[in-house]
C-alpha cells in the first residue's frame, strides 16, 4: 500500500495557493484532478489549502477528482470516510487540524471535515489508458507517478492531461520531472524553481 501524510509536499501546495489559487478563484465551477492520490492525504491537503484560502462561498465549486491505480482495492473506502490515523496528521498546523478534523470514538483515528469529503470523488483509474476521468478541468496535480513510466508515456499522459484542462489551466508534477521537450509550445512554466505549468 501506498504510504504518504499529510501535508507532505508544502512547497508544491504553496505554489499552488500562490500562482493556480488566484485564478482559480474566478471560475464558477472548478474541478481539479489529483492522479495518483494512493490514499488520499495529498488530495485532502490540496483541499484544506483551497478551503483556507477561498473560504467557503467559493470552495462550495470545487470538485476534486481523485483517482489511482490502486492494487489494493481499499483507496476509495478509505478516502470516502476521510478517516486516518494520527501519525499521518502530525505534519498539520495545530490550528488547521483543529478545524478539520475531529476524534473519531476512542480511538487514535480522525475524520476530516464533512465538506471536505463532500467535495471529494474517488475513482480507480489508469493514466496509461489515456482516458481522462473528466474534461474541462482548472487544476491537474500527478506526482509520484510519471517517475514510473518510460519517456514516451510520459509524454502522452502529459498531452492527456493538456488536452483536458481549461485556457490557463494549470498543471503540477513532481519535482524531478522535466517537462518533456516534445511538449514545447504546450505550457509556460509559471515560477523557475518549481514544476507548476499554466496551459498555453
Known amino acids: 500500500m501506498a504510504f504518504t501524510y499529510f501535508f507532505r509536499d508544502m512547497q508544491t501546495l504553496e505554489m499552488i495557493r500562490d500562482y493556480a489559487l488566484p485564478a482559480l478563484r474566478t471560475k464558477r465551477y472548478i474541478n481539479v484532478w489529483d492522479a495518483g492520490c494512493a490514499m488520499g492525504p495529498e488530495p485532502y491537503s490540496l483541499a484544506i489549502i483551497l478551503r483556507e484560502n477561498m473560504g467557503n462561498m467559493i470552495f462550495r465549486n470545487v470538485k476534486i477528482y481523485a483517482t ?22 502530525d505534519r498539520i498546523p495545530s490550528d488547521i487540524f483543529n478545524r478539520y478534523f475531529a476524534r473519531v470514538g476512542e480511538t487514535d483515528n480522525y475524520r476530516i471535515s464533512q465538506d471536505l469529503i463532500k467535495c471529494m470523488n474517488y475513482k480507480k483509474h489508469d ?7 473528466k474534461s474541462d478541468f482548472s487544476l491537474i496535480l500527478c506526482k509520484n507517478v510519471l517517475l514510473h513510466f518510460n519517456h514516451e508515456e510520459r509524454v502522452n499522459v502529459i498531452k492527456m492531461f493538456h488536452e483536458n484542462l481549461l485556457e490557463g489551466g494549470y498543471f503540477v508534477t513532481e519535482q524531478t520531472q522535466k517537462m518533456p521537450a516534445e511538449l514545447d509550445g504546450y505550457f509556460e512554466q509559471v515560477v523557475p524553481n518549481a514544476q507548476v505549468f499554466r496551459k498555453m
Open 127 to 133: 493514466l496509461l489508458s489515456l482516458q481522462p476521468v
Open 68 to 89: 489511482d491505480i490502486d492494487g489494493s482495492n481499499l483507496f476509495q473506502k478509505i478516502i470516502e470516510s476521510g478517516e486516518y490515523p494520527r501519525e499521518q496528521l
